[in-house]
């Protein structure tokens, strides 16, 4: 395949990897850009999004002024790159197209460049046309530009319509309004207008200006150029911004298919190579490039649709995403579910096939992209589990959806049951869709996108109540904020001493007082002064000892004293750029800017944190020691998330099956003997080039990190000696991890490590919940209390242990102790079950034969071929069928009706048998005696059962039923 791939590439004038490599050099080498490699589509550090879905995500932080001083980003003016994108759900979705015709993708590459308070509209604008016309030689003919024309919210912009007419004449410099031609982050933030270019595939001099955004794919959209020069307030009008932006974006995908002068992306060396393989591994007919009707039996449709999401599916799970049940996993189980369905249904692909197009898909773009080399086997073994689990749930999924549609009212299935397929079951609401219109139902659609908004609306509150300071304000700082500060000559907060444990921080100035977005007449929320009436506020100083909220570590609390006698309780601690904003409540006096204050840090409460975090460092070491080295596994195991606060450290990391208990119990005595060797911790900044040669270093997967890095190293050699041989394989003993977190200073500091549960939260993706210090303590010594009482439960005899066995169950799954001795207990009381059921069976035997002599007798003691006999014990059907048996071998005729109850359970169980050739029917016997009580049961004429509830109200009109002729 790779062989054929450069085949086709010198075949090709404008092969793709040729396309993106000419645009990069564009902009790199002949008009000053920094190449800035593609984020992952995942991303990791923007809980905003579920996948990379523009250029622009990685640049959030420059245009909203919050980028981190310390991040070589931070420095850059310009920029280009080819950022790998996906869009499938979420506000950009083009899931449900991708297929229908032949220029939608759910992955696809965007190339883009970028100025930062460079340069501007007249710059950006000559560079794309010389870009389009001269680097690539389209026909200038054949190109159309657009502008915004402006609505009653946002003014036309005249500035790009005059710069345009330089190039073009004015029939095709057309006009648009803010859908296609007005850019927002969101409902409020930076936004500005956008000039796109559109190319006719035609042209011959015709006029397509009509054609022009008609969603026709002879003149498309191929560069859309975003001029970020506004801030979008609260109340809708737009306040300039101190700095304008640009940010651009073209479709690779688009491009390839003009310059390979074919009409469809997907007849391009990007897809063909995908569509030979599908082919291969299907039989079935090649694809030949129809849309609808001509499309007979979806087959080139479900070309597309396969080659488009195993690319898609690959970048995610090779950048981190794994299929879930919620978020971007549960999109990403959406997309494999359509591909497999597809495959299988239209293009007549046996189960399994799917994963076996992941090597195609990394020999086509794994040169460019090389974490797909890097994790194919992951990404295969995910998609490949992914596969065989879809025919499990989707047969579950049916089920439940039959029994919603049978009672369903007005034609109308209803939004909550759509909600519960897919919580319950994971189930795609497309799926459910269309399942509803098969049976002539009616999915009510936009009540499930309410019930789906009304959950992230939850969310998404609780998010900023929590940023508020529990105010209902918005006590963020975005780019108004972060840029007024700036033109005040606020200087960065210096937070060095947030690493200093024990001591005031005194001499600190006030540099801002901020009480909230839209808060003050300007709406930019800052203020001279501020007291316990204006509700939280938030303080930015010149220096702090407090940590602000990062790395998956939770702030500092405590409280700032002026020296006025003012005095402010600390909730929250956000970092925003260069700027530490403290939130909370003002309790005493007022604060004003240029007050001298004092940073008092919760130390006792940092004090658990810093352990936790410690911990947690020495956890992510110890799994890769237990589930990696020491197996000698070609495995990895990559950080997936991680919190820690005062009660618990929790660790997400990738693995695909859960922990045996063997080996949560090596992880858990590693944490634990490093706790008692009494390990230096030490932390120290590093240059990042070197830091990252270090042989044993843990990094998070996507994160980035600034140059110096500071290194947190838990061993007994000094950072200093690692850096001077970085690569010795010794360092394999130590954890060492690229951190800007509160840690101890040594590990006995922790005191004490209890490992309390262990689980999947997606596919793939393991999390361990652990304590220390005295949350740790106390577990184990609830440990060992439990530990005696069940020691002590196995003294009793069995006919009362059943019932203590039950109830310590129950407080074993609800203990916060060990989770491998919470394992073990659980085998100790399993034990105890079966000492119980052998004692039971014992008893049972016995007492067998005692109710098969009683059976006997009464059978002497009546006429007739009928004996209705009743002796309790239980419903019990082994002891049923045993009596039955032994009854009708010892007296052969008469037919016996067994009838035996619960009080417990207030049941009964009716079962009757009769020797063979005796003109006696049980099942209508039974049937009888039962069908008017709601028993349930079956059987044939010669033996039959029924159960039903009771025992007070109806045991003794079931016997005199019973002897009924």
Request: some cysteine.
């Amino acid at each position: 395949m790779a062989d054929a791939t450069k085949k086709q590439d010198e075949e090709l004038e404008w092969p793709m990897n040729r396309v993106r490599s000419t645009f990069i050099d564009f902009f790199a080498k002949k008009h000053g850009h920094t190449y800035w490699p593609s984020s992952p589509c995942v991303p990791h550090d923007d809980p905003t999004l579920l996948f990379a879905n523009a250029g622009m995500n990685q640049y959030k932080s420059k245009f909203l002024g919050t980028c981190d001083p310390k991040l070589e980003l931070y420095k850059i003016r310009r920029a280009v790159n080819s950022q790998k994108c996906i869009r499938a759900g979420g506000k950009h979705n083009d899931l449900d197209d991708v297929g229908k015709d032949v220029y939608h993708h759910t992955f696809f590459e965007m190339l883009g460049n970028w100025s930062f308070g460079d340069y501007f509209k007249e710059d950006a604008i000559d560079m794309a046309w010389r870009c389009l016309t001269e680097e690539f030689k389209l026909n200038p003919e054949r190109l159309y530009a657009t502008y915004f024309g402006g609505d009653e919210s946002s003014p036309c912009d005249d500035e790009a319509r005059v710069l345009w007419l330089k190039y073009l004449p004015a029939e095709r410099v057309l006009p648009f309004d803010a859908s296609d031609n007005f850019w927002e982050m969101g409902a409020t933030g930076p936004c500005g207008p956008c000039t796109e270019i559109h190319y006719d595939r035609i042209g011959g001099g015709r006029d397509a200006s009509k054609l022009v955004n008609a969603d026709l794919p002879d003149v498309i959209e191929i560069w859309n150029n975003v001029f970020i020069q506004y801030n979008r307030e609260a109340d809708r009008s737009l306040r300039p911004l101190p700095e304008q932006h640009i940010d651009t974006g073209m479709g690779l995908e688009r491009l390839v298919s003009i310059l390979q002068n074919v009409d469809s992306n997907y007849d391009t060396d990007t897809f063909l190579p995908l569509f030979a393989k599908i082919q291969e591994l299907t039989g079935a007919e090649a694809y030949t490039g129809r849309v609808g009707e001509e499309d007979v039996g979806f087959k080139d449709m479900a070309y597309r649709v396969v080659a488009d999401h195993i690319r898609t599916l690959c970048f995610a799970i090779s950048d981190g995403a794994t299929p879930s049940n919620d978020g971007r996993g549960y999109v990403l189980r959406r997309v494999l579910r359509r591909a497999v369905r597809y495959g299988r249904q239209n293009l007549g692909a046996d189960l399994g096939f799917f994963s076996k197009l992941v090597p195609a898909l990394v020999d086509l773009m794994g040169n460019t992209f090389p974490e797909l080399k890097e994790k194919q086997e992951h990404v295969t073994s995910i998609i490949k589990e992914e596969e065989e689990s879809f025919g499990k749930t989707l047969d579950i999924g049916l089920v439940m959806f039959k029994k919603m549609a049978k009672k369903t009212e007005n034609g109308i299935f209803t939004a909550k049951d759509a909600h519960t397929l897919y919580t319950a079951m994971g189930f795609p609401v497309d799926l459910t869709e269309l399942m509803a219109e098969e049976v002539n139902l009616k999915l009510d659609k936009e009540g499930y996108e309410a019930l789906m908004k009304e959950e992230r609306q939850i969310s998404i509150d609780a998010h900023q109540n929590k940023m508020s300071g529990s105010s209902g304000k918005d006590m963020r700082l975005v780019a108004e904020q972060t840029s007024t500060l700036v033109g005040k000559g606020v200087k960065s907060t210096d937070d060095s001493a947030k690493y200093l444990w024990g001591q005031q921080l005194t001499g600190c100035t006030t540099k801002a007082v901020f009480i909230g977005r839209n808060e003050t007449e300007d709406k930019i929320g800052f203020v001279e002064s501020a007291s316990s009436e204006n509700g939280a506020i938030g303080l930015i100083l010149d220096k702090s000892a407090f940590y602000a909220m990062a790395g998956g570590q939770i702030n500092d609390t405590g409280t700032i004293l002026s020296t006025n006698g003012a005095v402010m309780t600390v909730e929250n601690v956000q970092l925003y750029g260069q700027f530490v904003l403290h939130v909370g409540q003002v309790t005493d006096g007022t604060f004003s800017v240029g007050d001298e204050v004092s940073c008092k840090v919760d130390y006792v409460r940092r004090s658990p944190i810093a352990s936790n975090h410690t911990m947690t460092h020495v956890l992510n070491h110890a799994l890769r020691e237990v589930l990696v080295t020491r197996t000698n596994s070609s495995a990895s195991i990559d950080q997936k998330g991680s919190l820690v606060d005062e009660t618990k450290l929790r660790f997400d990391f990738s693995w695909g099956a859960p922990l045996r208990l063997e080996e949560l119990k090596e992880v858990e005595c590693i944490c634990a003997e490093r706790i008692e060797s009494a390990v230096p911790v030490e932390a120290q900044v590093a240059p990042l080039e070197t830091a990252r040669k270090i042989s044993s270093l843990r990094a998070v997967f996507g994160e980035t990190y600034p140059d110096p890095v500071r290194v947190v190293s838990v061993g007994h050699k000094k950072i200093d000696d690692i850096l001077q041989n970085p690569e010795d394989a010794a360092w394999s003993d130590y954890s060492i991890e690229f951190c800007g977190g509160i840690h101890l200073t040594n590990t006995e500091e922790a005191e004490a490590f209890v490992l309390i549960s262990e689980e999947g939260i997606a596919k793939g993706i393991r999390r361990i919940v652990a304590l220390t210090q005295t949350d740790a303590i106390k577990a184990r010594e609830e440990s060992v209390v439990l530990q005696k009482t069940i020691e002590d439960a196995g003294k009793l005899g069995e006919a009362v242990l059943e019932s203590k066995v039950n109830l310590l169950k129950v407080e074993v799954n609800e203990a916060r102790i060990s989770l491998v001795v919470k394992m073990e207990l659980r085998k100790v009381l399993d034990n105890y079950t079966e000492r119980v059921l052998k004692f039971k069976k014992q008893k049972a035997a016995a007492q067998t034969g005692e109710i098969v002599e009683k059976a006997l007798a009464e059978a002497e003691a009546v006429e007739g071929d009928k004996v209705v006999f009743q002796y309790d014990f239980g419903i019990d059907g082994k002891i049923a069928k045993k009596v039955t048996t032994d009854f009708g071998k010892k007296n052969k005729k008469k037919a016996l009706m067994l009838i035996s109850g619960d009080k417990e359970s207030d049941r009964i169980m009716v079962i009757a048998s009769a020797p063979k050739g005796m003109d006696v029917n049980c099942k209508d016997w039974v049937d009888t005696v039962t069908k008017d009580l709601n028993g349930k049961g079956g059987g044939k004429k010669q033996h039959a059962q029924s159960t039903l509830s009771g025992y007070s109200t109806n045991m003794d009109l079931i016997v005199r039923i019973g002897w009924i002729p």
